[in-house]
Structure formats: C-alpha cells, structure tokens
C-alpha cells in the first residue's frame, strides 16, 4: 500500500541534543512537507519541498534543517536551537487532485524534551 | 493578518447531525479544505472546496460561501467513530495552506 511512514513514533530528548524525524513516502508525490501541530494552535509549516534537491522555510523554520536528496525521503533535523522543541510532527506529501492540492500525512511523530 | 476560526468543541448525539462552522480571513483565496483527525492520528483529507455551494460527499456535506469567508461541514447519521478533530485549512494567495486550529467533536451514544 502506498503511504507516508514517520519514525520514530515516540522519541524522548534531553536538551542540547540534535534529533532528526525520518520520513519516507512511496507515492511518488514530488511535493513533501513538515508540519508542527501544538494543542489548541493549527497546524504550522516548518519547511516545504516541491522538488528533490530543494526546499523553502515555512513559518516557523528556525531551529529546525531538512534535507531532500531522494524524491522518498524528507528527514527533519530538530537542533538544540529550537527553543520549545515538545511537539506532535507530522510530515505531509501532496498531488494535485481536480485542482486541488491535496495533502497526505504520516503517522506523526512525538518529540518530548525532557 | 491570516486568520481561521472554528469552535474548539462541539458535543452531538450518535444519528443526529451536526454542523461545524469555519469563518476564514486570508490574503486571496484559492480554496478550502476539511480534514478529519482521530486522537494521535494523522489528519485524513475528507473534503475541498473552490466555488459556492454545496459539496456532497456520503454522509458528509461541505459548505462554502466565499462572499462571506464562511464554510460548514455536515455530518448526518453520526457514528461514534466521527468523534474526532475537524481542522479547516484555506489555501491563500500563494497557495500556502492556512489552518484552524481544529473542532473537537464528541460523539455521545
């Protein structure tokens, strides 16, 4: 079955440690996305990639890298610059459908900072 | 400044129907999306709209008026497993989606 896969599901850090989310999709979307959803807030851009080798900073970018060396694969490096790095991460690839540009998310992935 | 507006919760009996209510303010508008969210889960596309009127999908309808930046999505004959997150997401100017912050929906038996 084609989908998103996010690891690690859970993942514990302590501070000053740099952590980085995978994210690998099979569906063959050119476009891929990483997310942060905190409670009560909708969700907030982090970095954005509508193309292998390249990538934009969304809304909220400091603190966090990408990389897109392969069409699959989008990993999310959180640094320890990231002040309040806790958070729900859920990564995203897209297609246009009937002119929409329809998201597909993975799993999620939960960052606590202990 | 962006803005997405939803209900933070909702609270509806199973088989009746329930209305979720979104008011939008973007800069240009290039369609509106609802996606459903289960606790923990990942966010489901469920439906999208781009012109006035009514979407109807199942048991679930979805509403746009673009004069007013106002949208509703319908859910008759509720099932306990529609209780969930609905997040209301409008693609602005740029094609950058800018989401609500979700509606909580409890689905009482």
């Known amino acids: 079955d084609g989908g998103i896969t996010q690891s690690p599901k859970y993942l514990f850090r302590k501070e000053g440690q740099n952590v980085t989310l995978s994210c690998e999709q099979n569906?063959?979307?050119?476009?891929m996305y990483w997310y942060r959803q905190d409670p009560g807030q909708g969700l907030r851009l982090i970095y954005y990639?509508?193309?292998?080798?390249?990538?934009q900073k969304g809304d909220i970018a400091e603190g966090y890298s990408v990389s897109r060396e392969k069409k699959e694969s989008f990993p999310l490096t959180v640094t320890s610059a990231q002040k309040n790095p806790t958070a729900f991460y859920l990564c995203?690839?897209?297609?246009?459908?009937?002119?929409?540009?329809?998201?597909?998310f993975g799993a999620g992935s939960r960052l606590t900072v202990l | 400044g962006q803005n997405i507006d939803q209900p933070t919760e909702m609270t509806a009996t199973e088989g009746a129907i329930v209305q979720i209510n979104c008011t939008y303010q973007t800069s240009g508008f290039n369609g509106l999306f609802w996606y459903q969210q289960h606790a923990g889960e990942a966010p489901t596309f469920l439906s999208y709209n781009v012109l006035d009127g009514l979407e109807e999908k199942g048991r679930f309808s979805s509403f746009l008026s673009r004069s007013k930046g106002y949208s509703y999505l319908l859910l008759k004959e509720l099932q306990m497993k529609d209780s969930a997150s609905y997040l209301c997401a409008v693609s602005d100017s740029n094609y950058q989606l800018i989401w609500g912050a979700g509606t909580k929906l409890i689905i009482k038996p």
């Open positions: 569906l063959n979307h050119d476009a």
């Open positions: 990639s509508q193309i292998v080798n390249d990538f």
């Open positions: 995203a690839s897209s297609i246009v459908v009937s002119g929409a540009n329809v998201l597909t």
